[in-house]
């Protein structure tokens, strides 16, 4: 079976900074497909690895400074990042 992890990051007492755990609170009290998991991962750094590894697919939620409005979503894929 596919094993998909949809991963909020932030601090929820730093407002905006907080919106990936918010929504996957929000998605905690939902139906979701088989396979697909929800985890809080606050400001976990090195511990979210292991979901990294464990993963066939990893869906992180989180807040960027993208240059629009506030609320406005980004859909950010692996080889647009830059490495380093």
């Known amino acids: 079976m596919r094993r998909v992890f949809v991963i909020?990051?932030?601090n929820y007492l730093l407002g905006d900074e907080g919106v990936g755990?918010?929504?996957?609170n929000r998605?905690?009290?939902g139906s979701l497909p088989e396979g697909v998991?929800?985890?809080?991962?606050?400001?976990?750094?090195?511990f979210l690895l292991e979901f990294f590894e464990k993963a066939d697919k990893v869906i992180l939620v989180d807040a960027v400074l993208g240059g629009g409005?506030?609320?406005?979503?980004?859909v950010i894929k692996p080889e647009e990042l830059e490495s380093g």
């Not at 755990?21 to 996957?24: E, P, R, Y």
């Not at 998991?37 to 090195?46: N, Q, T």
């Not at 409005?69 to 980004?74: N, R, T």
């Open 8 to 10: 909020g990051v932030g």
């Open 21 to 24: 755990v918010h929504v996957i």
């Open 27 to 29: 998605m905690k009290g």
């Open 37 to 46: 998991e929800v985890v809080d991962g606050g400001v976990g750094g090195l």
């Open 69 to 74: 409005k506030p609320g406005d979503i980004y």
